[in-house]
T-cell receptor
Framework: SQELEQSPQSLIVQEGKNLTINCTSS?????LYWYKQKYGEGLIFLMM?????EEKSHEKITAKLDEKKQQSSLHITASQPSHAGIYLC?????????????FGSGTQLTVLP | ETGVTQSPTHLIKTRGQQVTLRCSSQ?????VSWYQQALGQGPQFIFQ???????GRGNFPPRFSGLQFPNYSSELNVNALELDDSALYLC???????????FGPGTRLTVL
């Protein structure tokens, strides 16, 4: 199975600050998925990256995939309290679909107003 | 809103009992996956069903079993509950040709 390590485990930032969350895989990445979770709730899909060097943005969130380093980063620009939550990266176990994911342990983000 | 619902929201059971958790997917979503998320951890893949057949399984014992029905609903059954089974159980559904999984809100199971 694929092991994903996320860093940092937790992050506290002042509103308006930029931040980056990293996800590193111990095995080849076939695709990398970013989700956001409010405590005790379901996961909300943010972005999917499939190709090395791919970069996607949605509103103030940008994700990049570095296939050679087997690493992905999630960057939030000008953070807001609404960005608070747990960010999870997930990778497909079988290398073919997003239907059997292995997840990192998550990064808890707190944004202070 | 993802269109995936789960019931019940919370459940308390005692060790040794059996539990059934339910998930209702969006129409047309032929694949459903179940995950277990312990406190402070990422979700762990339990198993997946595709068109009512088990299509993959994670590192979980046979006392974790499932069913998928033609009406896009599914069940996760856990027998002989153990204290470590206390967790948030998430189901996620996918259309055949899409890569995005839509997650339900989860069922919080507490085993005493």
């Amino acid at each position: 199975s694929q092991e994903l390590e996320q860093s940092p485990q937790s992050l506290i930032v002042q509103e308006g600050k930029n931040l980056t969350i990293n996800c590193t895989s111990s095995k080849t990445l076939y695709g990398l998925y970013w989700y956001k979770q409010k405590y005790g709730e379901g996961l909300i899909f943010l972005m999917m990256l499939q190709k090395g060097g791919e970069e996607k943005s949605h509103e103030k969130i940008t994700a990049k995939l570095d296939e050679k380093k087997q690493q992905s980063s999630l960057h939030i620009t000008a953070s807001q309290p609404s960005h608070a939550g747990i960010y999870l990266c997930g990778a497909d176990r079988l290398g073919g679909s997003a239907r059997q994911l292995t997840f990192g342990s998550g990064t808890q983000l707190t944004v202070l107003p | 809103e993802t269109g995936v619902t789960q019931s019940p929201t919370h459940l308390i059971k005692t060790r040794g009992q059996q539990v059934t958790l339910r998930c209702s997917s969006q129409s047309g979503h032929n694949t459903v996956s179940w995950y277990q998320q312990a406190l402070g951890q990422g979700p762990q893949f339990i198993f997946q069903y595709y068109r009512e057949e088990e299509n993959g399984r994670g590192n979980f014992p046979p006392r974790f079993s499932g069913l998928q029905f033609p009406n896009y609903s599914s069940e996760l059954n856990v027998n002989a509950l153990e204290l470590d089974d206390s967790a948030l159980y998430l189901c996620a559904s996918t259309r055949d040709t899409y890569n995005e999984q839509f997650f339900g809100p989860g069922t919080r199971l507490t085993v005493l």
